[in-house]
């Protein structure tokens, strides 16, 4: 079985976000870029299933501009087999990446595709959804735990309440949770090892796929900041100004 | 044309963010015209339609019944919802993990990008919705004919349960595809509040060091009517349930009073408590970010600062 897993270059995660004065978007020159620490976790499942001897090849898949092929190289020092990069200069919406998704598992005809759960930019939690629905796949999203038994894929999930599990039908989607695994960091003769990888460049032409955005984004601006408030001595103080003051004991 | 809200339940009650999303929709109603309709598919659910029924705001329930509908299975409900959405402008759900599932499953079959978590209604059309963990607030305009929107609920005030006197109507199944099957669920059993809609809500972090050394938490929400809440770093470390978790991938809250107990303050808690009204930080680190948004601070030791707080509040 092989295992495609769809993963995004976004500003590291541990970097303070900064809107751009003319409301355009949010700063990216000059930012750290890292993989979206949830595909990072799908990367980990798929290398995991090919060590166990699960699947047989895992593909990793980014669409994006050129720079993405870090994020590529990054996944393949992780473990995976062989990449490829959707190359557009287009900024795309989910309901696009899904189509061109779409497109590769038509040409890969993988067994299971793992996602993230979020892109931790757009925070749209939404491609693992729409790419499931454009195959006919089954689908469990925030996945806390896989496994594969015979034709079937057994999953938890974090939901609200706590934990369901539910049984799929292969082929299937997962998206991932944080709590499914800790990724590997890559070693460095991996990373070595990742350069001589194969990485496929296709487009969303070559795909066949119309990546026009279907939401315009008016404007990006700054949340409502909040003030820092006051420093107590005790907690006796403290009672006192939620009683008297705030009011909200 | 009208505002469709699939509803959330467990098939014996509504969740409460449904009230939420029915706001939502009013308003969405207020722009685009027409009514706002809610959507119950479950098993044997017949008990959550009259409820909704009742709930201001509704002037139609649909209620399709079937095992298929029983679990709240995307692969089934997707199909029911692209089949019900060319008679409405807007289908909405709450974004709790049910409509986060759900709902971009229907809008990729019916060609439709979806706008996920928004936090205000600016026009028929354009919402705001917060990115990067709230660092950035986006407001954006859908082109799609239909529009698929999830709610932020602590953003949209609850509607009335009561007052309304909806006509339910009952609507056919879409079948079964029969590509997943509901197992079972561990659900995290609590006599208190739940976490996003109660008032006072107490999240531990790691700095709590052990899921016993919540108990003097539970003791302070005791007396408080407060729901629990954590950090990812005490969820990872396996403290307390993934349930419990607050911030930009967990959940959101906006109570009255936070209280953040051995919390340092990342930027990825503070997405998901920042709106609250008044937040209390306890922390032994006085450089810990959580007291840059903190109204009140109080530099300590939380298991000596802990237990005199609920002392405290006996007076
Ligand atoms: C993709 C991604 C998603 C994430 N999503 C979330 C999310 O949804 N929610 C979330 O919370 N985090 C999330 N995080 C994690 C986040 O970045 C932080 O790592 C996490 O919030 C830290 O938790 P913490 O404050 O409990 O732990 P720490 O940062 O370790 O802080 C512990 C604090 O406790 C204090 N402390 C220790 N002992 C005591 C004591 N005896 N008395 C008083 N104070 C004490 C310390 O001074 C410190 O400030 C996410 C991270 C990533 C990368
Ligand atoms: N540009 C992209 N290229 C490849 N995969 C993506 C891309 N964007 C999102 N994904 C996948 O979809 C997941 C969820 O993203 P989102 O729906 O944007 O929150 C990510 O964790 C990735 O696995």
New binding site residues.
Partial sequence: MKVLVPIKRVID?NVKVRVKADESGVELTNVKMAM???CEIAVEEAVRLKEAGTASEVIVVSAGITQSQETLRTGLAMGADRAILIQTDVALEPLAIAKLLKAVVDKEEPGLLLLGK?A?DGDNNQTAQMVSALLGWSQATFASKVAVDGDKLNVTREVDGGLENVNLNMPAVVSVD?RLNEPRYASLPNIMKAKKKPLETVTPEDLGVDVTPRVETVKVSEPPARQAGVKVASVAELVEKLKNEAKVI | MSILVIAEHDNAALKPAVLNAVTAAVELAGHAGGDVHLLVAGENAGAVASEAAQIAGVAKVLHADGAEYGHGLAENLAPLVVKLASGYSHVIAAATSFGKNVLPRAAALLDVQPVSDISAVESADTFVRPIY?GNAMATVRSTDSVKLVTIRGTAFDAAAAEGGSAAVESTDSAGDTGLSRFLGQELTKSERPELTTAGIVIS??????SGDNFAMLEKVADKLGAAIG??????DAGFVPNDY??????KVVAPDLYLA?????????L??MKDSKVIVA????EE?P?FQVADYGLV????Q?VPELEAALDG
């Avoid at chain 2, 978790?245 to 967990?250: A, Y």
């Avoid at chain 2, 300590?300 to 298991?303: E, I, Q, R, T, V």
């Fill in positions: 995660a979206n620490p949830f979020q931790i944080l | 963990a531990g972090g790691r700095g709590m060091q954590a950090s990812r770093a005490a969820v978790q607050v911030g930009q991938t967990g107990i051995g919390i340092s303050g990342a930027i990825q808690h997405a998901g306890i922390n032994k680190d810990a959580i300590a030791d939380l298991f600062a």
